[in-house]
Structures are given as C-alpha cells and as structure tokens.
Nanobody, 118 residues
Framework: QVQLVESGGGLVQAGGSLRLSCATS????????MGWFRQAPGKEREFVAG????????NYVESVKGRFTISRDNAKNTVYLQMNSLKPEDTAVYYC???????????WGQGTQVTVSS
C-alpha cells in the first residue's frame, strides 16, 4: 500500500514562510507525478502544484505562482512545497497526492494544517 506522509504545517503570520514535506513509499518509476492540493473550510479541494518525477517539470495554480515552489528529492522519495509570502487565504489543509502513468491522482496523504494569521 502506498504511503504518503505530510509534515511541516503550522501557524504563521501573513508574509511568512513554511515548507511542507511529503515522504512517500512510492518508487519514483512507479509514479508519474506528485502534487499538492488544499482544502479550506467550506470549499472544495483544489490543485495547488504538481511535479513530474522524471522531468521535474512543474505547474501551479495561478494564485500561488511566484510564491510557492514544488520540488522533489528522488533519492529520498520526498516532495516539498516551499510557501513564501503566505496570505490568510492560503489557510487550508494541504494534501500530498501521487499520480500513476494514467495521470489521475489516486493516492493521498492524511493532510497537514496550514494557518496564516493576518
């Protein structure tokens, strides 16, 4: 069974930074991409950022471009989300997810809370 374990969430003031980590039991060749999603209270889960394991290519939701950076360490099977210039609207539970060759995100972590105070 695939395991994805997030860490690094917490409480931070607006303008601050946090780095989320996602440790996975997946072997890199068995996963097509990794992604970060978030869900704020009363809202649907939304895609935040994604990275291709093989090529390292990345993509982001427009609202975090220039502030968030997704990266991966293939040797450690770990994906990171560096979040800078945080805003109160970034407050949410952040989830790590893995996609297989078909492209669908089918494996999920338990989530980590990020709270940004104004």
């Amino acid at each position: 069974q695939v395991q994805l374990v997030e860490s690094g969430g917490g409480l931070v003031q607006a303008g601050g930074s946090l780095r989320l980590s996602c440790a996975t039991s997946l072997r890199t060749f068995s996963s097509y991409a990794m992604g970060w999603f978030r869900q704020a209270p009363g809202k649907e889960r939304e895609f935040v950022a994604g990275i291709n394991w093989s090529t390292g290519s990345t993509n982001y939701v427009e609202s975090v471009k220039g502030r968030f950076t997704i990266s991966r360490d293939n040797a450690k099977n770990t994906v990171y989300l560096q979040m800078n210039s945080l805003k109160p609207e970034d407050t949410a539970v952040y989830y790590c997810a893995a996609a297989g060759p078909g492209g669908a995100f089918g494996s999920w972590g338990q989530g980590t809370q990020v709270t940004v105070s104004s």
